[in-house]
Structure formats: C-alpha cells, structure tokens
C-alpha cells in the first residue's frame, strides 16, 4: 500500500499511457533537477561548505516526487554536474565532486530517496512524521558529508567546519519545508491510498 505523493496528487497518472506516462515522469525529473540547479544558484560562500538552498530543494523533492522520480532527479542533477554542467554552487566536474562538498551533493540524493520512501507510507500528511522526515533526510545529509570531509579533517574539524555552522539554517529549513508541504495539502486535498503500488 502506497500513498500517492503530491505530485501523484496534482498530476495523476490514472489513464495515461505507456508514453503518456514515460513523458509525465521526464517531465517531473527534470523539473526536480532544474529545481537543484537553482537553489545552488541561492549561495552564500562559507568555506570549505557554502550555505545554500540545496539542502532545502533535495528532501522537497524526493517528498514530492516519490523516491523513485525524486531519486531520478537527484542523480540527474549529479550527472549533468559530473559531465560539466554549471548546476553545482561554485564548481562542476568530477574534480568538484571528488572535493570537500562532495559527500554534501551524494547526501543530498540519499536525503530525496529517503524522504520519497516516507512520504509514500504517509509519513509527509502530519506535522509530527513530517519533522521526523525533513530531519532524517537533513541527517542523511550531514552523515555522508561529515564522512566525506573526514577524508581530511578529523572528526572534530569535519564537524566543526561542515556540520556545526549549519545547524540553525537547517532547523529553519526544515520549519519552512514542513509548513509549505502542509499547506500544500491542504491545498491539494487527501488524494486516495493507491493499494496497486
């Protein structure tokens, strides 16, 4: 049993053909991919780690989306990145992949399919789950980030360098996230359980 996403809710699939239905998802993907590109683009420099908008689009859509579309998007976004795409804050390439922030970006894929996993079990339709969703996702970023850095730093500095100035922004990331999915459902209305799924 599954619940329908709000992208499922907005844009059903009910009726559509195989094409029909291959062009709904291309179509949604990259719109998840173009939405990273621009939050990158919301960039305030901190180093080694910018404060940017990223960390607040990735668990949106995966949430959004589903974690298999969500999923799509985020590894999209990673690829047009990785081939020289100007999508990352500050950098592209796989040089910019390899570097410090690096682990940010992958924990930021891992963060939407996590969030498309709960939002599908409902986990994104009350106010307590929906916090418990936008912080285990912000956390999935932080954990592989935090390993990635102590590729360098020790623990201590990773922390302190790529975790520790962040903490405020991401409460308030995540605050903001929940209201807007909150009101977005009520906009939308309760679409039904889809039990084929």
């Known amino acids: 049993m599954s619940h329908p996403t ?21 179509a949604l993907v990259a719109l998840g991919a173009l939405a990273m590109a621009l939050s990158a683009r919301a ?16 668990p949106l859509i995966g949430l959004a989306l589903g974690w298999r579309l969500g999923g799509l998007a985020l590894f999209a976004y990673l690829l047009e990145g990785l081939f020289g795409a100007p999508v990352f804050a ?3 390439g796989a040089a910019h992949l ?30 307590l789950k929906l916090v418990a969703l ?8 932080f954990v592989v980030g935090l390993a990635w850095m102590m590729r360098v730093f020790d623990v201590t500095q990773a922390f302190f360098l790529g975790v520790a ?20 459902w009520r906009v939308v209305g309760e679409a039904p359980v889809d039990r084929d799924r």
């Open 98 to 127: 390899r570097g410090l922030t690096g682990g940010f970006l992958v924990g930021m894929w891992l963060a939407a399919l996590l969030a498309g996993v709960l939002a599908e079990r409902g986990w994104d339709r009350r106010p």
């Open 165 to 184: 100035p962040f903490v405020t922004t991401t409460l308030a990331k995540m605050l903001l996230s929940a209201a807007l999915v909150m009101v977005a």
């Open 134 to 141: 936008l912080a285990l996702a912000h956390a999935a970023i």
């Open 43 to 58: 960039r305030i420099p901190y180093a080694p780690v910018p404060l940017t908008m990223q960390s607040f689009a990735a």
């Open 90 to 92: 500050g950098g592209a």
């Open 6 to 26: 709000l992208a499922a809710a907005l844009w059903p699939r009910e009726g559509a053909s195989g094409a029909a239905l291959f062009a709904r998802a291309a």
